[in-house]
């Protein structure tokens, strides 16, 4: 990830404010997709990729046991603490430093479930590879990434290539190395900008 985590260790606090905006807005993403997908039916997920940790408690609602992987400190540091002021107990949710680049330190087959949200598009095409490659080792069940869609919006674009990350070829890409890696791909859109793309392992 190069210089990235340097990039979100500087920008935490920002994504901190954020937090609560994000827990509703991922609680109404998954509760409108659960006829498709149930996350309820898995006892163990990890979220690669968590920052501040907002995914993560929405998760932890459905009841699994949920690790947050990320290699930011910073946005760590933020994630427990909004996690003890919203659950007001020890949460079933372990927050680790980690770069999946570098590879997940889990054994395979794991977790039931891997997720990562708006990670992917950051990555350039190889860097995703290893992505895919260690989210489908970790993993008995399924592997969904919640990203961009192909239908693009100017801010959007403008955003991304501010950050200069891979989002242009990403969207073009997605679905083709998805399919490639895993052979069976599900797409679900949560949005006008975006969707949930579900691999099963075979």
Request: net charge positive; aromatic share 12%.
């Amino acid at each position: 990830m190069g210089k990235k985590p340097l990039l979100f260790n500087r920008i935490a606090a920002v994504y901190g404010l954020f937090f609560y905006w994000q827990v509703r807005n991922y609680r109404n993403i998954l509760n409108n997709i659960k006829g498709e997908l149930d996350f309820s039916i898995h006892q163990n997920v990890i979220d690669i990729g968590c920052g501040t940790g907002a995914l993560c408690k929405v998760l932890q609602e459905y009841g699994p046991e949920v690790t947050g992987l990320d290699p930011a400190e910073a946005m760590l540091a933020i994630a427990r603490k909004k996690i003890w002021k919203t659950v007001q107990k020890e949460p079933c949710i372990r927050f680790i430093c980690g770069n999946v680049l570098n590879g997940l330190p889990y054994p395979a087959k794991s977790f039931d479930l891997a997720i990562t949200s708006y990670v992917a598009h950051g990555f350039t095409p190889k860097e995703r590879l290893s992505l895919y490659s260690e989210m489908k080792r970790v993993t008995r069940q399924t592997v969904v990434l919640l990203d961009y869609n192909e239908q693009r919006s100017l801010i959007t674009d403008i955003a991304e290539w501010l950050e200069g990350g891979d989002y242009f070829s990403f969207i073009g890409s997605i679905r083709d190395e998805l399919e490639q890696q895993f052979g069976n791909l599900k797409v679900i859109n949560t949005g006008k900008h975006s969707a949930m793309y579900v691999c099963k392992i075979e």
